[in-house]
């Protein structure tokens, strides 16, 4: 699914420096979202299980990403709100292309 898109260079582009300021804290990004953590955490296999259609439309937050995005609240919470604004359907497709097969 998120399969191709999910690389280094991705979370460079997409959540850039200014984002990273105002939505997650700059060094509370360094901290959780290094690139190690990204291939770790946000494998193939975790985007599958937690990252799935289903889960993108039912939960993250929009009030905790503004506060916190700790690993722990990332695996539970993570409320449809802000995906339904800043994530909705459509940039789902568009910037995490479903890649099926």
């Known amino acids: ?8 260079k991705m ?10 300021k105002t939505k997650f804290n700059h060094k509370m990004v360094k901290t959780r979202f290094n690139h ?6 946000f494998n193939h296999k975790m985007v599958k ?5 289903k889960m993108v439309k039912t939960k993250f ?3 905790m990403v503004k506060t916190k995005f700790k690993h722990k609240m990332v ?7 802000m995906f339904k604004t800043k994530f909705n359907h459509k940039m789902v ?6 890649i099926h097969g």
């Open 93 to 98: 497709k568009t910037k995490f292309n479903h």
């Open 61 to 63: 937050n929009h009030k």
């Open 75 to 81: 695996k539970t919470k993570f409320n449809h709100k």
């Open 36 to 41: 190690k953590m990204v291939k770790a955490k």
């Open 1 to 8: 699914m998120v399969k191709t898109k999910f690389n280094h």
């Open 11 to 20: 979370i460079k582009t997409k959540f850039n420096h200014k984002m990273v």
């Open 49 to 53: 299980t937690k990252f799935n259609h």
